[in-house]
């Protein structure tokens, strides 16, 4: 068998400068932060125990698991994949080969969200919450966790996605004020709803094949692909929303880059009001688009 480059007869310390190196120079993005991840991983060690344990040499064992796991993120694979877990607001988060990799930039759409309870334009006081798209259920179990009241529904078409993120909000202890339902978009649901969020599949059907290996190879394409010009889910759930809100009650979805003009124009054709701007992720781009149903 082939020396492993990541030892036996290395440290800890050393495995994970030695993979971070690696992966470099095979053109992984974060290659320092993915190495503390997969060794952290593969030794079953959080950063205090690497780094109060970074002269300790690894073992076979160790070094055979965390090779595998080197080869993996070689072959592209994203470490959440590789963890079968990420982390979204801060959550613990399992994830399947039904759902996506829950995105930082989703957490906007948590930010606008408590801006809104913050502001009260949406009361906290037991507030019934809907969450279109909800994959690993990551949008609705933030919202759930930061609103001790509040009750919530998710809704996917993938039945597999739906036992993950029922697995997430038990794990969570949400699991008391959580439903989940098998249906397209919002179509099973009555309401009506003080809040609807959604992140729904919104990269143009051509671009897919564009995207990177990470992504077009291990997210599920029914999670990315928004169709011809990428708004097919929004064409659908935001008129659905727009009849199960409760008065008063916000509808905040994610755009894709570029599509938040156009998805405030959906709203507003669906006579909600769209009285603020989009909130910008943290790279500055427009991406939770909010409108409110004004009462009568
Ligand atoms: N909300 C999760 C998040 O932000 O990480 C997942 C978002 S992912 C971009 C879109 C989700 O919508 C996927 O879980 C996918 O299975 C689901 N989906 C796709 N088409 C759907 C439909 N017609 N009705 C309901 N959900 C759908
Ligand atoms: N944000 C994801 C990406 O760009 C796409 C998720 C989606 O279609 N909602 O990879």
């Avoid at 439903?179 to 992140?199: E, K, M, Q, R, T």
Wanted: glycine share 10%.
């Amino acid at each position: 068998m082939a020396p492993l480059a990541t030892g036996p007869g290395n440290s800890i310390e050393g495995a994970r400068r030695a993979l971070a190196a690696r992966l470099q120079s095979a053109g992984i993005d974060d290659a320092a932060l993915d190495a503390r991840l997969l060794v952290g991983a593969a030794l079953e060690l959080d950063l205090t125990g690497m780094v109060t344990q970074a002269a300790r040499q690894l073992t076979r064992e160790e070094a055979v698991r965390l090779e595998g796991y080197a080869q993996r993120r070689l072959a592209h694979e994203p470490v959440a994949r590789i963890l079968g877990e990420r982390e979204f607001w801060g959550l613990p988060l399992r994830l399947s080969d039904a759902t996506l990799v829950p995105r930082p930039d989703t957490e906007t759409v948590v930010e606008r969200a408590l801006e809104l309870f913050r502001e009260r334009t949406i009361s906290d006081r037991r507030p019934c919450i809907a969450d279109i798209g909800t994959g690993s259920g990551a949008i609705l179990l933030a919202l759930l966790h930061e609103i001790p009241e509040a009750f919530g529904v998710g809704t996917d078409v993938s039945p597999a996605a739906l036992g993950t993120a029922r697995g997430n909000a038990a794990a969570l202890g949400l699991g008391g004020r959580a439903a989940f339902v098998a249906c397209s978009y919002a179509a099973a649901l009555a309401g009506p709803f003080d809040l609807i969020v959604s992140n729904p599949p919104y990269i143009p059907s051509g671009e897919i094949p564009k995207l990177s290996i990470e992504v077009r190879e291990h997210d599920p394409h029914l999670a990315l692909d928004g169709g011809n010009d990428g708004y097919d889910a929004y064409r659908v759930l935001i008129p659905q929303a727009a009849e199960r809100l409760a008065p008063g009650g916000a509808l905040i979805v994610e755009a894709g880059q570029g599509q938040a003009a156009d998805i405030a124009t959906l709203m507003t054709a669906a006579a909600l009001t769209v009285d603020r701007p989009a909130k910008a992720d943290l790279a500055g781009i427009p991406r939770a688009v909010s409108a409110q149903k004004m009462p009568p």
